[in-house]
């Protein structure tokens, strides 16, 4: 289940909308020069819709951190928008033919905030001193990577990464104990970036410094260190409520809103929107636990079936009742290679559906506990389609979802909105890999989880 995020700009600054974006989300890839005469006090003021939580690149688990974190500090390389891997905290890398060793020759013309120069050594001690922080979701969000690394099972008692090799202070060696195809792509995350401590304070090489920091606000100016000249010498970003939005940027009290794909009304006389944020989803989550409604297989088949049958015209649809829900009909996929074809899905949906009146009759018996961060309209669409919801069914706010997905699991079924790397063949591994960063308990299956640790083995593409 898909939609797109909103990218709002007002009319009166559109004429800086495309270096906006850039900010947002590609600046310190592309890296724009400008003279510093233009570049002095230019500040740049942006709405948020969520807040992002921990500012700290090993803790990163909400699209708003990425954003900011992304302007603040460098992991070795970065993906660009196009899908191309291209440099970043390293200038140079190599793949062992079996690649399981990976090889970076460290940018050390970089520096950091603080003026002390990038080496190989700052990212072996950033990720171990990351791994060693309590972690905000089931894993540490260094695990989708780490945990292959040569003696990662060993840290809680060593506390060091072996596998994690500085040659020099420009050459930094990875060794992985399996074959790790992927391993380029998911080190350009932001969570392995190099940090600099320093007591209380945290450097990063990117073009910006977070000059002060709050729940709800995040002041940031430029790095006098850094080779990339921002477009803004400053920024503000704060937390607007989606329904402030729209005045907000009318009275020019914020300059651009990222919506996060909550679907704010756009394209008015005085706002412009650009789409984005292709990773953000609406999941509906099915908590498969032993001993709650939905450990019985056909149980959820049935609800499947229901929410699918929901696309039809009439007064039970989701998607009028939520005009930003979308259906994906892959969701039916059973455990096997390749994409469904429509034919299959239907029969699918058919044969799922034959368990909808007993799905009925039990949840009936016994309500069901559904939590949404999307508001009461879903809640009230699914009664309507015949669904018993209990009386602690309700509404929350994205913090208890994630505290109920990660840690609690006592709910039987969750709705919200999620970022996972779709675009990335190797993103699913974050929500049900054995130690995927954001995996849970109540999604997750020994036979899936199996399969992607095999999958991650494979060398050869045409496997």
Known sequence: MTKSGNFQI?????????????????LTMLGINMQSKQNQDRLIRVGFVKTWSDLKPALQHTLAADVILGNVFEPLLRTTNRGVLRSAGAKAWSVSPDMRVFTFTIDRSKKFSNGAYLTAHHYKKSWEEGLALAPKSANSSLADVLYKIEGAERFQDTRTLPGVVVKDESTLELRFSSPFRMGLEQLAGIRYSAVLRDGVHEFGTGPYVIARSSENEVDL??????????????????????????????????????????????????????????????????????????????MRQAFQALIHDSKTDGPNRLVTSIPTFRIDSQSFLPLQAGWLDPDRVQ????????????????????PITVVTTKGPEFLEALQKMGVSLSTDSRVVEFRELIS????????????????????????????????????????????????????????????
């Not at 984005?276 to 056909?298: T, W, Y």
């Not at 029969?347 to 016994?366: C, D, G, M, T, V």
């Open 10 to 26: 007002s009319m009166k600054t559109k004429m800086v909308s495309l270096l906006l974006i850039l900010f947002l989300i590609l």
């Open 221 to 298: 100016v430029m790095n006098p260190h850094s080779a990339i000249k921002p477009s803004f010498s400053r920024a503000n970003i704060r937390v607007v409520k989606l329904e402030d939005a729209s005045g907000s940027l009318a009275r020019g009290e914020i300059d651009a809103y990222h919506d996060f794909g909550a679907g704010v009304v756009c394209n008015t006389e005085r706002v412009a929107c650009f789409g984005g944020v292709e990773s953000n989803h609406d999941v509906l989550d099915l908590n498969a636990l032993p001993g709650g409604f939905f450990a019985d297989i056909r």
């Open 347 to 366: 029969n699918l949906i058919q044969q799922y559906s034959e368990s909808i009146p007993e799905f009925l009759s039990r949840n009936k018996a016994r």
């Open 404 to 463: 109920i997905i990660y840690k609690k699991h006592d709910v039987d079924a969750l709705h919200g909105n999620f970022s996972v790397a779709s675009g990335d063949p190797d993103g699913i591994y974050h929500v049900l890999g054995k130690e995927g960063a954001i995996s849970s308990p109540m999604i997750q299956r020994p036979g899936v989880m199996e399969l992607l640790e095999e999958g991650r083995k494979i060398v050869h593409i045409e496997e």
